[in-house]
Structure formats: C-alpha cells, structure tokens
C-alpha cells in the first residue's frame, strides 16, 4: 500500500488484545469527473492540508470525449448510452492529468462503472455477466484513454487500472448483490461500496469488505438522512438548488451532522465513518465546502484517520484472527 497505515501513537496497524483502533473516516467522491468548478484540484489541496486520504469513484466515460461515445457498448443498452454524458474532448487531458496527480499524492482510484443505469432498466436487473461487459468496459475506457482521444502525445495514467482498483460504488447503490459480487471477485476486488446501512464496523459477505453508506441524524431535527451530498440536498430543497437566503444554516448543518457522527463514533466503538460526494455544486457548493470544514476539523485529531477504503481494506485485513469480529461485539473480548 503506498503510505503505511498505523494506530496512533505506534508504527504498526494490528492491535494489541484490548487496544483501542483508530476513529477512521473515509470521504470519497462518485463520478470524480473534471468540472467548470474545480473540484477536483480544490479537494486534492484540502486533503494536502488536513492529512487525508480520499477515494475518487471514476465514471469510465469521463475519460471517453463526446464524439466517440459509440465505443461505449453498455449491458442492456444501445451503443454509446449514458446517463450522466460523457467528458468535454477539451477536458480529457485535464482529466487524466487530476486522475494521475491524485494516485501520485496516495489517494485511491475506484470504480463507479460507466453509464450509470439506475431504476427498473438499470443495473438493479444486471446479471454477472452484464457487470463483467461494464467492467471491461470500464478498464478498457481508462487503459486506452489516449488513443480514444486522440491525445497520444500525451504522458500515460501512472498507474494500471487492473491492478490499481481493488473497488467501487454502483450507481445509485443499486444491484443484485449476489450477481455484481460474482463479477467483483472474479476482477479481484477487495471491497464493495455500495448500499447503506447504520455506521458499524464492516463485514465480509463473499469475500469483500462491506463499506455502506451511514444512514445520520440531522443535529435539531427528528430526521435522518443518507451521508451524501445528495441526501442533504433532497432534504433541504427537495434536489433542486432554490432559496438561497438558507444556504448557511444548510451547511453548518451538514456539518453539524457529519462532525456529530465521526464525534459519536469516536465516544464509542470507533467504527468507521463514510461521507460520499459527488463533484456538484448543489446549493451553492455549499455541501461541498461542508465536506472541506469536516476535513479540517476532523482529519487533524489525534485519533482519527481520513483514509482511503484501501487503507481500511488493507488495516482490516492485517488484523488478528477475530479482532474485527470483537470490535463488531460478536465474540467475547
């Protein structure tokens, strides 16, 4: 793994019986598509400041340009279909370029696939079969990158896709599991990043880690809510950007709510904490520079550690025997 991950106050990862693990936060970010925003740079330097580690889920079709779509051939659909578009051919070299610059800074390069298909037609009704041609769709998107845009002056990715990405989030967390799982293990990979659930320390289900998404309380309210961008933004204005007079109290709550859930954590079993993002500027960006502020106030503490689910696949899988079964409760300590 490139950078070592250790418990605090120590140069190892495992613990010893009846040690307390770090508080890990993991922050990624689906699409991780190059934008008019700048995005992607913004958080690379946030996490430069704050000592963080992020997974980027990269879209497939984000490094295809528009006009060669048709190369595309997805499970299901007519050659060259995309929900979420492909990249600008203007932007393509920008985009390998943020991609290549955050593997090189020790940040993680996933998979959130390519098309991103949701609902009665999506990839909820994928075989493992449909999900094995959206994979070689995907490592085939990010292997000849320069060739399919026509860029081949260019420096190459540093790093092979097929070996670099161990994981990845479906879109819209859908998808039979039994099926997608099939074909996650057969490409080796280590960790699933789908789904929600409570925060809790994860568990395998055929062979790969289990990592979803927390369901969170809002801080001076009844309600609770996916620990997305997304989710906060449905909850205030209904996903779509309007009143603006709310913006501030929007974040601080936001904020509010992550910081709460990494805090109660951390009181407690120090289960790992998810907060997923897509590179949106929903609101204002106001869920964007929310994630900045958690960053600087929680990455910087003693014990916790943002990382990278590589970095949790990695510290969980160098645990003795039954550690993480006791953190889980499940066996006596």
């Not at 943020?98 to 991103?116: T, V």
């Amino acid at each position: 793994m490139r950078g070592q991950l250790a418990a605090p106050g120590s140069g190892r990862c495992r613990l010893y019986p009846g040690e307390r693990p770090p508080q890990f936060v993991v922050i990624s970010f689906d699409g991780a598509g190059v934008d008019s925003q700048g995005w992607f740079p913004i958080f690379r330097q946030a996490a430069r400041r704050s000592g963080a580690r992020l997974t980027f889920f990269l879209s497939g079709v984000y490094l295809l340009p528009e006009d060669r779509r048709r190369l595309y051939l997805p499970p299901r659909h007519p050659p060259g279909s995309s929900r979420i578009g492909f990249q600008r051919r203007s932007r393509i070299a920008a985009q390998a370029a943020q991609l290549g610059a955050a593997w090189r800074e020790g940040h993680e390069i996933g998979s959130h696939f390519n098309g991103h298909f949701c609902g009665a037609r999506g990839v909820r009704t994928w075989t493992a079969r449909d999900w094995r041609q959206e994979l070689e769709q995907f490592y085939g998107m990010v292997e000849r990158w320069r060739e399919n845009a026509s860029l081949t002056h260019l420096p190459d990715l540093p790093f092979r896709v097929r070996e670099t990405v161990i994981g990845g989030r479906t879109p819209c967390l859908e998808g039979d599991r039994d099926e997608m799982f099939r074909a996650f293990s057969d490409h080796g990979w280590r960790y699933d990043a789908s789904g929600s659930g409570r925060v809790a320390w994860p568990e395998k289900r055929a062979g790969l880690w289990q990592f979803p998404l927390p369901i969170l309380s809002v801080p001076g309210t009844d309600r609770r809510v996916l620990g997305t961008d997304y989710g906060f933004f449905t909850l205030h204005s209904g996903a779509k950007t309007r009143r603006p007079h709310m913006w501030p109290h929007w974040k601080r709550q936001t904020v509010s709510a992550y910081v709460a859930a990494v805090q109660e954590s951390l009181t407690g079993d120090r289960a790992p904490v998810f907060v997923g993002n897509h590179f949106e500027s929903w609101n204002g960006g106001i869920y964007m520079r929310a994630l900045i502020s958690l960053m600087d106030e929680v990455c910087t503490r003693a014990q916790v550690r943002c990382v990278s689910f590589e970095q949790l696949s990695d510290w969980l899988d160098a645990q003795a025997p039954g550690t993480v079964e006791r953190l889980r409760g499940r066996a006596e300590g």
